[in-house]
């Protein structure tokens, strides 16, 4: 409060830098400030200079107040959901059911919030659309704390979106002014400060029981965090606290897995024994031409002991549990929206009509009249968007070839670099050439996804501004579009790559596939398994835990520090006292954080859209993805909300009833991610070859013998002599035949090196388990779909209730209001007529009700009994009452009907 009285809704800024455009721009805040004033907004200005707040640059404030008056009409325009006087609500009584949820509930009390915040706002209170003629039926307890600071501010914002500086038909708007230069910054302000010594407040409270690491394993105040900067960041907070709570089961499972492969990997691993054995040492054709020679099977020992780690029999099961997860996870996510839309009263919420971008504005010349509004606006024909569209579409398929060619590259560097590492005369080094080839390729592989990243920042922004949005909503579902598929196809395609290409097309020895020259990398001896795992560790541990989150945690901190050192610069030279008497106001402490930015929280969205593709989408192939979700999103929930509480302005309060298109993203990921496991467990892993194995070929029935059936013999005599090693006798004996991966016939038989019959058993296989594997889930998830309602049966009694309880209170409104009514007009045509002769001779007898109150009763309880509250704001009550601002408690309020 800038005099101490009034609240602060919102801050207008503004800097003078060129004195020869300042002229223009201060005759239209002028006309935009005046037209505020005159929609009933009370502005306080800096009518002298400033001291300079960054660097050299004197910024002036204009301070917005909203009396009660401007704040009423606008919430009965608006249709704000305001809280009613609570009527009786009875207490249903506790079933066994009820009680034992109670006693299961106690568990959980180490991770509630302080009571005092939880008593905050429960029980809900019932509402209903504001009206000015039933002021007396709102629970007005303070005038000054009836509107919340959210709804203050976004009701200034509304006028300031509307309010006009120009005749012209777009010269209106705050939006429209940012733009033009006359504000630098817009914003509401903050409750106060957040440390030790700061008087307690909202913010203080957030800080202290949200934005603390010491909090992580609490519950977050989502109810506080919207009722403060609005239920669009309300419902962000909302969903990534759910989404953390729901990979509990999957990291503690996808954990329980990795240990059962730990276990199981010393005794059970029948594979890995005999690659280790040197009884069943077998010679293997080499990994290059010319310059690798033949090798021992046994090199592979430690990779055939990791991959048994992954590719399990449990991976299949957890396969099948993360798609089902997924679709539980999305459905109890619509009960959690319908629960919050109901607590935060947002069933009724529509999306209000848009006005076009100032940029829209600016740049297109043709008119249409909108016939909602019925005033001509700025339109773009269809026949001057298809050329911008067709080169935005070519434009991302450059980029999205950029991103191919960036893999195609790493794929380069590990067929040379591996080849390499394998002519080592160092034993260790060339033992494990593949193992460092791949660390080392994800490594560069996560660099260019971060480089490209911000590259294709502006790319889909430029792209974007090219096609030209009407309104800001088709700005932001064309770019999310944009980044979204230039995201996934950035983060995804090595490891498309790895999980379903390599190793599939290098052909046979003899006969390799090439490309630029180069013979296609092959997979080990125990599959491809092992790299596509760490492929998928390396990039989302690195993209996840450590890049996203220093990016959370310095880059606000280091903004706020530059503008605070620029404040310190200006105020050098001053003596002390000068110092203590310039103290900062809120509104200037404010101007010093950082602006959130047009885009808001989309890349927070995107982060997290990112992650739930990694772990879904293969999860198969690393079961402990979960597990580094959950500890990245502990650390993303508190770095967050420290950003938001202590680094950024407040946000505009802006209006949500979900997440928005994100969860229709979610959706075709967890739909995809079906098919990605199906095929990483059918094509990817051992899992049906040595299914196959034991069900067929094994004489009984268990993996003795698989190594030698998943080995195919090739006679080095058919060499060409492109491929002939130069060392032939590398391994210190003459070599006739070495062995290879693949399921082909021997030299010897009637077809060499053709594909043998267990070749096409397997891939038989293959397909039959992709295709069961998928209607099977598909089906639970249906199932689980139908099974889990959308609204949850005690939410469904809970909105009923409170229509029923609404309706009533409106009702009992207005029969006392009619009643008043009548016994005044009776009173008056008694005090009006002049009496009758009988009248003056008979005794005095107490007045009785008029029959036609009775009939008139009668008839409003058919109208209104079991109105909804959608409909009980049509009830229009007579134009005769007396509309006063209220002032002191609220029964003042009941004294002016």
């Known amino acids: 409060m800038s005099d101490g009285i009034r609240r ?33 907004l009370e502005l306080e200005r800096d009518w002298v200079d400033p001291r300079p707040v960054l660097g050299s640059k004197r910024t002036y404030f204009v301070r917005i107040h909203a009396p009660w008056e401007v704040l009423t009409r606008h919430a009965e325009i608006s249709q704000v959901r305001m809280p009613i006087k609570s009527p009786a609500v009875p207490v249903p009584a506790q079933g066994v059911l009820q009680k034992v949820t109670a006693c299961l509930e106690r568990l959980l009390d180490p991770f509630r919030l302080s009571e005092e915040v939880e008593a905050r706002f429960k029980p809900k209170k019932f509402t209903c659309p504001f009206n000015r003629e039933r002021e007396t039926m709102f ?14 501010s976004r009701i200034a914002y509304s006028i300031l979106l509307r309010n006009k500086f120009g005749h012209g038909a777009t010269e209106f708007g705050i939006a429209k002014a940012l733009a033009l230069g006359m504000y630098d910054g817009a914003y509401p302000l903050h409750d106060g400060d957040y440390d030790q010594k700061a008087i307690k407040n909202d913010r203080k409270v957030l800080y202290e029981q949200w934005a603390r690491f010491r909090c992580f394993l609490r519950y977050q105040p989502v109810d506080l965090i919207r009722d403060y900067f609005g239920s669009k960041i309300g419902f962000y907070f909302a969903w990534l606290g759910f989404y953390t709570w729901m990979l509990f089961p999957a990291a503690i499972l996808g954990l329980v897995v990795f240990i ?6 010393w005794w059970e691993n029948q594979v890995s024994d005999e690659i280790c054995n040197d009884y069943f040492n077998l010679t293997m054709c080499p990994l290059c031409d010319k310059f690798c020679g033949y090798w021992s099977l046994g090199e592979s020992c430690q990779s055939a002991m990791a991959s048994h780690l992954f590719d399990n029999p449990a991976t299949v099961f957890f396969a099948i549990f993360m798609s089902l997860w997924s679709t539980m996870f999305l459905e109890l996510w619509k009960r959690r929206r319908h629960a919050l839309q109901y607590l935060w009263d947002l069933q009724t919420f529509r999306q209000e009509e848009e006005r076009p971008r100032p940029q829209f504005e600016a740049q297109v010349r043709h008119t249409k009249r909108n016939w909602i509004t019925q005033e001509d606006e700025p339109w773009l024909p269809f026949i001057y968007r298809i050329p911008r569209y067709m080169l935005s579409a070519v434009l991302v398929l450059f980029a999205i070839a950029l991103a191919v060619g960036a893999v195609f590259g790493v794929i380069m560097y590990r067929i040379s670099v591996q080849a390499s590492l394998a002519l080592n005369r160092n034993e260790l080094i060339a033992t494990n050439a593949n193992l460092v080839t791949t660390a080392t390729a994800a490594t560069i592989n996560l660099t260019i996804i971060l480089v490209l990243n911000m590259i294709y920042s502006h790319i889909a922004e430029f792209l974007t501004e090219l096609e030209q949005p009407r309104t800001e909503t088709e700005f932001d579902d064309s770019f999310t579009f944009k980044m979204f598929l230039l995201q996934f196809v950035n983060y995804y395609s090595a490891i498309f790559y790895i999980a379903f290409f390599k190793g599939r097309l290098i052909g046979r020895p003899g006969k390799y596939e090439y490309t630029l020259g180069y013979r296609q990398e092959e997979c080990s001896p125990s599959g491809c398994l092992v790299e596509l795992c760490m492929q998928l560790g390396i990039t989302m541990a690195g993209s996840q835990l450590i890049a996203n989150n220093l990016r959370e945690i310095f ?15 200006a105020m050098a030279g001053k003596s002390e006292e000068e110092r203590k008497k310039t103290g900062l106001s809120r509104w200037e402490l404010d101007y010093l954080h950082v602006d959130i930015g047009p885009r808001g929280l989309f890349f927070e969205y995107l982060e997290m859209v990112i992650q739930f593709g990694f772990v879904s989408l293969f999860v198969a192939a690393f079961p402990l993805a979960p597990l580094l979700a959950l500890i990245n999103n502990i650390l993303e929930i508190r770095l967050d909300a420290q950003k938001f509480v202590c680094s950024l302005r407040r946000p505009m309060v ?13 959706e075709a990921i967890s739909t995809i991610s079906v098919c990605t496991n199906a095929f990483v467990i059918a094509f990817t892993s051992e899992f049906i070859p040595r299914l196959v194995y034991t069900r067929v070929y094994s004489p009984d029935g268990s993996l003795n013998g698989y190594l030698n059936f998943s080995l195919s013999y090739f006679e080095v005599k058919d060499f060409s002599d492109k491929n002939t090693p130069r060392d032939p006798f590398h391994l210190g004996n003459n070599v006739t035949f070495c062995r290879y991966r693949d399921l082909r016939e021997p030299p010897w038989s009637e077809y060499p090196y053709e594909y043998s019959n267990a070749f096409w058993h397997v891939l038989a296989a293959r397909l039959a388990f992709v295709v069961v594997f998928q209607n099977i889930t598909f089906l639970l998830t249906r199932f689980l779909d139908l099974l889990i309602p959308d609204t949850s049966y005690d939410l469904q009694d809970a909105i009923k209730m409170e229509e029923q309880l609404v309706s009533r209170a409106i009702l009992d409104f207005e029969l006392q209001r009619t009643k008043q009514r009548q016994r005044h007009n009776r009173f008056r045509r008694q005090q009006t007529a002049p009496p009758d002769e009988d009248e003056q001779h008979s005794p005095t007898t107490p007045a009785t009700p ?3 109150v009775d009939s008139w009763e009668a008839n409003l309880h058919k109208r209104v009994s079991g109105i909804s509250p959608s409909r009980s704001q049509n009830l229009n009550p007579g134009r005769g009452q007396d509309r006063r601002q209220p002032s002191g408690t609220s029964s003042d309020y009941e004294s002016t009907v």
Request: aromatic letters at 14%; proline letters at 5%.
């Open 555 to 569: 880059l606000p901190k280091i903004l706020v520090w530059l503008n605070f050192r620029w404040l310190i610069k």
């Open 850 to 852: 008029d029959h036609h």
């Open 260 to 265: 059962y492969g730990i276990v199981t990997m």
């Open 139 to 152: 629970d007005i307890k303070e005038p000054a704390s009836f509107f919340r600071p959210h709804v203050r």
């Open 8 to 40: 602060i809704d919102y801050v207008l800024s503004y800097s003078i830098t060129d004195p020869n455009i300042e002229a223009e721009r201060q005759r239209l805040r002028n006309e935009f400030e005046k037209n505020l004033e005159e929609e009933g």
């Open 654 to 666: 802006g209006r949500a009833a979900d997440i928005g298109v994100w969860y229709y993203i979610l």
